[in-house]
């Protein structure tokens, strides 16, 4: 499978589509302004998918190293994988945000490994990474790990009296999300309780040591293990 993302050799629909519809919204101005704005439209849009697609190829390359067996060449005859690469890149043309598109990246070459999760749960995983923001992505992985998070990301444990909660635990945490206020806290968790990946409230009074435990259930675990990078755990 060649790994050197393809040159472009001409116009995409969904390009031209987007392009027409930021024109249309500004129809008094036209001429050579239009022209400028299709043109860097285009030259964007054209930036944000080499550099996708060079990611992918990169990451192949290296599971081929690094993973006894691994052929890239067979991907292009199975069909799910070549699902996951298609799904993948149109949420990746329309996200800028770096956490976003480490996952789908991820998610791409973990689709790739053997052993990856069928059709229906890489649909079911892909439609969360276009949904979640990537606060409500670190709020789960706080949410899988408390006591991992905090010695990753160096900040200091909250100190819990004889009674606490998951809020005060996302306070200290994620000192972001705190400063907009325990409601939108709350907001993001709900979310969380809606796509099904988190068990229990989160004010929900509790001893100080049972808010360190896991708050996720086993489809956050297996939708964190499809976006986690697979070269980390390859020897």
Known sequence: MDTTPP??????EALQTMTEMVLNLVPVIGGAFAVALEQRLNAKVDR?????????????EELRERFDG????????????VDAVMTATRIAARNSQREKLDALRNAVLNAAMPGAPDEDDQHRFFTLIDDLTPTHL???????????????TGLERPQFAMSSNRTVLVQAGMPEL?????????????DLERWDLVSGGISGMMSGNAAF????NDYAASFLAFITDPRATVA
């Open 7 to 12: 040159a472009h050799s001409e116009r995409r």
């Open 48 to 60: 944000r998918r080499d550099e996708w697609l060079g990611e992918l190829a990169t990451g192949l």
């Open 70 to 81: 691994f052929d890239p060449d067979d991907l292009a005859d199975n069909d799910t994988f």
């Open 138 to 152: 670190r709020l789960l992985t706080l949410l899988s790990d408390p006591p991992g998070w905090f010695d990753r």
């Open 178 to 190: 705190a400063a907009k206020g325990d409601d939108m806290i709350k907001r993001f968790y709900g």
């Open 213 to 216: 435990n896991v708050a996720t």
